[in-house]
């Protein structure tokens, strides 16, 4: 089955949270699809990653920028894995069902919002049940992620 791992954010905000785990799949070589709410939330995302860090080079595309099969890190909102990625970043909630094509799955959600807390309470539960592995991760006051959770 497929690793899930949770990201709930608490002291950084996706934006600042987003690129610096994009640098380490990249660098690993993986390719990576970022899901998110909507096609707007996509094309923001994907600007940011441009203008992050002055000097940082990340790949990265999204429907609007075509040849989306060759684009290392893929953002959509679409239901769709154009770059075949085997690690998914779901973020703003977005939800997949095809999670078994992917070796990585990573939910990473504002924990300063209720709703955004308690729906990724029901996937954990959800996934559970469908007997995926498991881990739960949470910023301490540092703001460095540490393993609170595993099923």
């Known amino acids: ?28 070589g993986d390719r990576v699809l970022v899901a998110v709410g909507s096609p707007e939330r996509a094309e923001a995302l994907a600007a940011h990653l441009w203008t ?25 909102a679409n239901d769709e ?19 078994a094509q992917f070796d990585l799955v990573c939910e990473l959600f504002d924990g300063n919002d209720e709703a955004a807390v308690a729906a990724a309470r029901d996937r954990w539960r959800d996934y559970k049940a469908a007997h995926h592995q498991l881990v739960y991760y949470q910023q301490n006051d540092a703001g460095r992620w540490e393993e609170k959770a595993r099923a």
């Not at 497929?2 to 799949?25: G, K, M, N």
């Not at 999204?62 to 893929?74: E, R, S, W």
């Open 1 to 28: 089955m497929t690793e899930i791992r949770f990201y709930h954010l608490q002291r950084t905000r996706l934006e600042d949270v987003l690129p610096t785990l994009l640098e380490r799949a990249y660098g690993r």
């Open 81 to 99: 894995n154009p770059n075949q990625a085997k690690l998914l970043l779901l973020c703003d909630g977005a939800g997949r069902s095809d999670l």
């Open 52 to 76: 992050y860090r002055p000097d940082s080079f990340l790949p990265h595309g999204t429907a609007k920028d075509g040849d989306t099969a060759a684009q290392p890190i893929y953002l959509t």
